[in-house]
Nanobody
């Protein structure tokens, strides 16, 4: 059974930092690509960042230079380091992976609120 569990969300002032974690089970983590998405109130879920099994990273334009995605295969965990947070980063953040032949799997999300 594939499970993804996010943690690390919270309330932070604009300009601050947060680190999100996602613990993954039920997949061969070291050969899986991992993603972060977010959904702001009243908006559709959007891509934030991805890290491939061989650690190639991708970012949505608005977070480039501020966010960093990383993984620790020994812990079956991947991370999203978020710096210089802005109010528009307020959203529920979800971790995601796709299992070939099985589909997409999502965590339940962790809420990030950036205050002015």
């Amino acid at each position: 059974q594939v499970q993804l569990v996010e943690s690390g969300g919270g309330l932070v002032q604009a300009g601050g930092s947060l680190n999100l974690s996602c613990v993954v089970s039920g997949v061969t983590f070291s050969t899986s690509n991992m993603n972060w998405y977010r959904q702001a109130p009243g908006k559709e879920r959007e891509f934030v960042a991805a890290i491939t099994w061989n650690e190639i990273t991708y970012y949505e334009d608005s977070v480039k230079g501020r966010f960093a995605i990383a993984r620790d295969n020994a812990k079956n965990t991947f991370y999203l380091e978020m710096n210089s947070l802005q109010q528009q980063d307020t959203a529920t953040y979800y971790c995601n992976t796709e299992v070939r032949g099985s589909g997409d799997y999502w965590g339940k999300g962790t809420l990030v609120t950036v205050s002015s």
